[in-house]
């Protein structure tokens, strides 16, 4: 029988990898939620419908979706990203604005597996509705800096732009357009054929031909209205009050079609400039009312988790391990020790693990010293006779025995302040692994 193996573009974070990838997300977790933002569940597969609506143009929904007819003769998609199920259940259950949200989980896209991307990977992700103060921009991009800044990642370049509204990004458009279709026969072979469906596209096109012909393009930034400029004017302002250094980079569009006013992103420069990407987002005013719900205008962004912990390795940082073990039990006098001692404990809030298969002591002993914890709760039959355990310091010295009944208050003095000491460094998991 062929070996079977995950699907390409997919990896596994083992049980020993993890610790990295749960600190990242409890960070994201608190930081959002400090802000006011609450968890937000939607389905990983939705109807077809909601993410075209998103933008027949864009690549994601394009060429790259999971979608297919279910048993039950629907077209679905497996989500390509959040924002448009968000939008979804916005639309859907009509809650009172403002309406925060933050969300955590898989998306899929049908691309060529490299470093730094998959075909299914991971995002957290904040989003913002019912409110078109620029503050709110500021609130959402300092939300992401201030995030990158607590796992303490250094070298992120937060990059923004402004691509109007559909007062001035039109009359832009076309501006665009003429300057483009002058020189279209010198764009790369992709944009050639598809410049007039989305010039905007164009301009953020890595490769070197398209990039020699938009240098001097009309930019949207100088060709706003003067509401989506005070408005831009005043994200900057408050950028710069709260001392985030950013960097207006004309050229962002970013690859969904449904941005706004402020587009930003987080771009890592430990990483390849092709997949530097950590996060990006921006202000989507029309997208509600373009899926079918009242006119509501919204911010957010989605980060990388993936990419985020990818630069974390290459800046040397890496967040703190889970805690080891407390306690494990060594029983070796038929098992019953080890059944009621670690549920006893786990109830009052240790963390504690022991051997099953009546293995002999030794191997018990191995598997405790394997385990990082702190101390050995030991049960032989002298112990289990005289309704004792010894607690014995695995990084070496006596065995304290001790009464039953005192086992929880003696454990608790003697895990004191050390108590959160950490586990040595972890290995390589799957994302960090070249496909
Ligand atoms: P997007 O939804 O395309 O704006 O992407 C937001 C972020 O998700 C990017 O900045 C990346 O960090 C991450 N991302 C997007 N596509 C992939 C992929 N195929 N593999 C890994 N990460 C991705």
Request: with cysteine.
């Amino acid at each position: 029988m062929p070996e079977l193996r995950n699907p390409p573009g997919t990896f596994d974070v083992l049980p020993s990898e993890s610790g990295p990838w749960q600190e990242m997300l409890s960070t994201f977790a608190s930081t959002a939620g400090a802000a006011g933002y609450e968890l937000i569940v939607t389905p990983t597969f939705e109807d077809v419908g909601v993410f075209t609506r998103i933008g027949e143009s864009t690549d994601v929904v394009r060429k790259e979706m999971y979608d297919f007819v279910d048993k039950g003769g629907r077209h679905v998609a497996l989500r390509p990203e959040v924002t448009a199920s968000v939008v979804r259940a916005f639309i859907q259950h009509r809650p009172v604005t403002p309406w925060k949200a933050w969300y955590a989980g898989s998306n899929f896209r049908f691309e060529r597996p490299q470093a730094g991307r998959f075909r299914e990977f991971h995002q957290v992700g904040i989003e913002a509705f019912g409110s078109s103060d620029p503050d709110l921009d500021v609130e959402v991009v300092t939300l992401g800096w201030d995030f990158f800044a607590r796992l303490g990642i250094k070298g992120v370049d937060l990059l923004v732009n402004s691509l109007g509204d559909a007062a001035c990004r039109p009359a832009y458009r076309q501006k665009l357009l003429d300057y483009l279709m002058a020189r279209r026969g010198d764009l790369c072979e992709e944009h050639r054929g598809r410049v007039e469906e989305n010039p905007l596209r164009v301009l953020d096109c890595k490769r070197e031909a398209c990039r020699a012909q938009t240098a001097g393009a009309p930019l949207q930034v100088d060709n706003l209205c003067d509401s989506c400029a005070a408005h831009f004017e005043r994200v900057t302002a408050g950028l710069s009050a709260l001392s985030v250094p950013y960097r207006v980079e004309a050229h962002l569009v970013r690859g969904l079609d449904y941005y706004t006013r402020t587009t930003f992103e987080y771009a890592g420069t430990m990483l390849e400039s092709s997949q530097n990407a950590l996060g990006g987002g921006g202000r989507y005013d029309g997208l509600v009312q373009a899926m079918g719900g009242p006119p509501t205008p919204a911010v957010g962004f989605a980060i990388g988790v993936e990419r985020t912990l990818l630069a974390l390795g290459a800046t040397g940082t890496s967040p703190r391990p889970p805690a080891r073990l407390h306690a494990f039990v060594v029983d070796f006098a038929g098992g019953d020790a080890a059944r009621d001692i670690t549920r006893e404990l786990r109830q009052a809030g240790l963390r504690v693990d022991r051997a099953f298969d009546d293995r002999s002591p030794k191997a018990q002993f191995k598997a405790a010293d394997r385990s990082g914890a702190r101390f050995a709760l030991v049960v032989g039959p002298d112990e289990a006779a005289a309704s004792q355990v010894a607690i014995k310091d695995l990084s070496g010295g006596e065995q304290h025995p001790v009464g039953r009944g005192d086992l929880l208050e003696t454990l608790r003095a003697m895990l004191g302040a050390g108590s959160e000491a950490s586990l040595p460094g972890r290995s390589h998991p799957g994302y960090n692994r070249t496909p």
